[in-house]
């Protein structure tokens, strides 16, 4: 009789635009698409989340989306776009700040709200999570989680994370990393 690993409760947060979807690029700067028309999946994301999702983790999304409240989106096209990322990858839950910077609120990364409030709802061990980001906020509030921090670099015209746990050029390139480090951990 085999004896079964007990797993603890852990997710994998990723930011939306730039991770999961090609981020429209404004003087070098990445913005979101501005409808479900403009959305392109990059190469290589399904296969990636399948293998995490395969290695048991709960794949939330969180992302700021301040257009809302800058009145430059609609709230609409963002859960539009939301909805046709959850139809097309094996994502389990999409957290949204629709905030910006002059709303001082919880959820807006570079704090950590989304993911505490996430963390909480699923019940995670924070410590053995992961976040994955494409921007110094990602990291940031992952860090102010207690996360793992995986900085996938675009290369990007603006401030670069300070501090990560790893640095990786694409989702494919964080799911091995994230996957051997697991397989380092259970060795140990």
Same mark, same amino acid.
């Given at each position: ?29 990445? !913005? ?7 959305? $392109? ?8 989340? !399948? ?9 939330? &999304? ?13 709230? *609409? ?16 839950? &999409?957290? &949204?700040?629709? =905030?910006?910077? &002059?709303?001082? !609120? ?36 992952? $860090? ?9 670099? =675009? =290369? ?8 990560? =746990? ?15 480090? *697991?397989?380092?951990?259970? *060795?140990?």
């Amino acid at each position: 009789m085999g004896s079964k690993r007990v797993i603890k409760n852990r997710a994998v947060f990723l930011d939306r635009d730039g991770v999961l979807n090609r981020a429209v690029l404004r003087e070098g700067k990445p !913005c979101p698409p501005s409808s479900s028309s403009e959305l $392109e999946i990059l190469p290589g994301v399904r296969e990636a989340l !399948c293998r995490l999702r395969d290695a048991g983790f709960p794949l939330i &999304v969180v992302t700021n989306q301040p257009d809302v409240a800058r009145g430059s989106q609609s709230r *609409e096209a963002v859960e539009a776009i939301n909805s046709e990322i959850m139809t097309r990858l094996p994502i389990d839950e &999409v957290r &949204v700040c629709y =905030h910006d910077n &002059v709303d001082r !609120c919880q959820c807006r990364k570079p704090l950590p709200g989304l993911l505490l409030d996430a963390a909480r709802a699923w019940r995670l061990d924070l410590a053995s999570s992961y976040i994955v980001g494409d921007r110094w906020r990602d990291i940031e509030a992952g $860090e102010g989680a207690g996360t793992i921090t995986i900085f996938i670099d =675009h =290369h990007y015209q603006e401030p670069q994370p300070q501090r990560f =746990h790893a640095k990786v050029a694409s989702l494919a390139e964080a799911a091995d990393w994230i996957l051997q480090y *697991e397989r380092r951990k259970n *060795e140990d």
